[in-house]
């Protein structure tokens, strides 16, 4: 009896101690798993000014095919930074852009990495810049504030004085307009056809007379031609006899002219006018008194 009592206990303890092998056998193999998938992700830091609610555990993707999570997010004052571990299979070179993209229509989160086309590998020690692309709550919220633009615009058109209120004002004048031509034109159309007709008779009368005196037109015109070169010659006779006075009118008014000196000298003035005086008397005594100046003898 005791012997099949000891008998199960140890069998007891061997399947413990076998299970427990065996979970720790599972559970190194994990860790050795986990440790070498580790070692093929390469850590990259990536510095956002807006994570668009991105959280731990957020894919990311390498143009479009899952290559890696977000294993952490570090808030600073006026940015954050994503620590993402990525499957590289292909080197990462400079132009590279990280961008926090929202796909589907639930608005999943991930991290999308698109590779530059650069010559030099990208440095993964430094942190990169990335950017967010509005996603769809964003395009949301964007027609939302263009419908209620659209609304207000629509309320403005529907005004007493807006536009639609002009237009259709503008629209009745000119069927009014339209409609009191009609009824000029249909009450008028024998005048209208009358007055065309006396049109075109006056037109054909012109015609002919201008035609009958086109010899007479042109005879005039050469008139006129003759008369024009006369005017000009007579133009430039007058310019030639302008210049002539103008030459003499700078004589006259130079300084070392005789009229100027009598006009600008008054003692000069004054003595020819006495000289002049006294010439006029000396000239009416000699016709008085001739023998005063003249004696007469007879042989």
């Not at 427990?20 to 193999?29: A, N, P």
């Not at 926090?100 to 991290?111: C, F, H, S, T």
Request: proline share 2%; charged share 25%; net charge negative.
């Amino acid at each position: 009896m005791d012997f099949y009592k000891n008998k199960i206990t140890t069998e007891f303890k061997v399947g413990i101690f076998t299970l427990i092998g065996i979970l720790i056998l599972f559970l190194s193999y994990a860790w050795f798993t986990e440790f070498i998938n580790k070692s093929k992700y390469t850590e990259i830091m990536v510095r956002f000014t807006n994570a668009g609610n991105i959280e731990k555990g957020s894919d990311v993707t390498i143009l479009g095919v899952k290559r890696g999570k977000v294993s952490d997010l570090k808030i600073e004052r006026d940015s954050v930074i994503l620590t993402v571990k990525v499957l590289l299979e292909e080197p990462l070179f400079e132009n590279t852009d990280f961008i926090i993209n929202e796909v589907g229509l639930m608005g999943d989160i991930q991290v999308e990495i698109k590779p530059g086309g650069g010559d030099k590998p990208l440095d993964l020690s430094s942190v990169q810049q990335g950017k967010r692309k509005p996603g769809m709550s964003a395009l949301i919220s964007e027609m939302s504030d263009v419908v209620m633009d659209l609304k207000i615009v629509i309320r403005e058109l529907n005004r007493n004085d807006g536009i639609l209120h002009t237009g259709r004002s503008i629209i009745d004048t000119s069927l009014i307009f339209v409609t009191e031509l009609k009824y000029f034109f249909e009450h008028n159309s024998d005048n209208l056809a009358e007055l065309s007709l006396k049109s075109a008779e006056v037109v054909t009368q012109l015609t002919e007379i201008i035609n009958r005196n086109e010899a007479n037109i042109d005879q005039g015109f050469d008139s006129m031609v003759q008369i024009m070169a006369e005017i000009s010659l007579t133009l430039e006779e007058l310019n030639r006899t302008s210049q002539s006075v103008r030459n003499l009118t700078d004589k006259v008014s130079s300084d070392s002219s005789t009229v100027n000196r009598l006009l600008s000298e008054e003692d000069l003035y004054f003595n020819l006018q006495r000289t002049v005086t006294r010439m006029d008397s000396l000239l009416l005594d000699i016709k008085k008194n001739p023998k005063k100046y003249f004696k007469f003898s007879v042989f």
